[in-house]
């Protein structure tokens, strides 16, 4: 039994695998780590690993502390992947960009794969179906959208989540829900049909915390799964296992 942790920019996200299902999965802030990882490690006394995808700025000595109990992994750029890199930095690309690659090729063999994570960023990732990485996309995510329009005009209030009524916002209100909502949709609509145009055989795989959300908005069919990226530090882990 592993315990997978995914702290990314604004939540942390765990869960607990046994083999490759998940036993219960976790969402909390970085104020409240240490805490909540002693909670999960007394409710599943059989985690043997922890293992941790970082992009956050949480201290890893937090994580570190708990090496006297059970073995602590940080996914990092030396550990194998499945996929050739072509990023033109790979040592700047994200570890939470390199677990999700490794996910799609692990667990959708054969074809081309396009991963959107909708978090505080959304990223896009295509790794082709010859398992070569070759890059992507990052753009603000759905919440940073509403701060940063509020943080750097004089009027533009901070508003909540909602659903547009229309795309045609008749109020300021209206108009900031569109064009956060509205643009962002449009953008993965346009994104996911330029994939598709250059490539036939391909799997869209959309997770973030936006996910649920953003998915039944979408033009295009997609499935969301949230639980993407702690199943692929999974599969990333046991991938490692299997090769080091
Ligand atoms: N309780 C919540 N707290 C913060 N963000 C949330 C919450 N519920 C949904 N969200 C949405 O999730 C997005 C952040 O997604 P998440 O996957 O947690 O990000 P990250 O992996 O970058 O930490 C935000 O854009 C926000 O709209
Ligand atoms: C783009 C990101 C900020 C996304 O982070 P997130 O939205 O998951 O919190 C992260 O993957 C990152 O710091 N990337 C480094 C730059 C790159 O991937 O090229
Ligand atoms: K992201």
């Given at each position: 039994?592993?315990?997978?942790?995914?702290?990314?920019?604004?939540?942390?996200?765990?869960?607990?695998?046994?083999?490759?299902?998940i036993?219960?999965?976790?969402?909390?802030?970085?104020?409240a780590?240490?805490?909540?990882?002693?909670n999960?490690?007394e409710?599943?006394g059989a985690?043997?690993c922890?293992?941790?995808?970082?992009?956050?700025?949480?201290?890893?000595?937090?994580?570190l502390?708990f090496?006297k109990?059970?073995?602590?992994h940080?996914?990092?750029?030396?550990?194998?992947?499945?996929?050739?890199?072509?990023?033109?930095?790979?040592?700047?690309l994200?570890?939470?960009?390199?677990?999700?690659?490794?996910?799609?090729?692990?667990?959708?063999?054969?074809q081309?794969?396009?991963?959107?994570?909708?978090?505080?960023?959304?990223?896009?990732?295509?790794?082709?179906?010859n398992?070569?990485?070759q890059?992507?996309?990052?753009?603000?995510?759905?919440?940073?959208?509403?701060?940063?329009?509020?943080?750097?005009?004089?009027?533009?209030?901070?508003?909540?989540?909602e659903?547009?009524?229309?795309?045609?916002?008749?109020?300021?209100?209206?108009?900031?829900?569109?064009?956060?909502?509205?643009?962002?949709?449009?953008?993965?609509?346009?994104?996911?049909?330029?994939?598709?145009?250059?490539?036939?055989?391909i799997i869209?795989i959309?997770?973030?915390?936006?996910?649920?959300?953003?998915?039944?908005?979408l033009?295009?069919?997609i499935?969301?799964?949230?639980?993407?990226?702690?199943?692929?530090?999974?599969?990333?882990?046991?991938?490692?296992?299997k090769?080091?």
């Open positions: 039994m592993i315990v997978t942790v995914d702290v990314g920019n604004t939540r942390i996200k765990a869960a607990v695998f046994e083999g490759d299902t036993l219960q999965r976790f969402v909390f802030d970085k104020t780590l240490e805490k909540n990882i002693k999960i490690l409710k599943f985690i043997v922890l293992v941790v995808s970082s992009v956050g700025d949480v201290e890893k000595n937090t994580f502390a090496e109990k059970l073995k602590v940080f996914v990092s750029h030396q550990d194998v992947f499945p996929f050739i890199n072509n990023y033109e930095t790979p040592k700047t994200g570890i939470d960009r390199m677990v999700l690659a490794a996910g799609a090729t692990l667990l959708y063999p054969n081309n794969r396009l991963i959107i994570d909708a978090g505080t960023c959304v990223t896009y990732d295509f790794v082709d179906e398992n070569v990485y890059g992507g996309a990052i753009s603000p995510g759905m919440r940073l959208r509403y701060e940063s329009m509020h943080n750097f005009t004089a009027k533009l209030p901070l508003l909540t989540l659903s547009p009524e229309s795309y045609v916002g008749k109020s300021t209100t209206q108009a900031i829900h569109s064009g956060v909502v509205n643009g962002l949709v449009y953008e993965i609509d346009g994104f996911i049909d330029e994939y598709k145009a250059a490539c036939k055989n869209i959309l997770t973030g915390g936006d996910a649920d959300f953003l998915a039944k908005r033009k295009n069919t499935f969301a799964n949230s639980n993407f990226l702690l199943e692929s530090l999974n599969q990333t882990f046991q991938y490692k296992i090769n080091d």
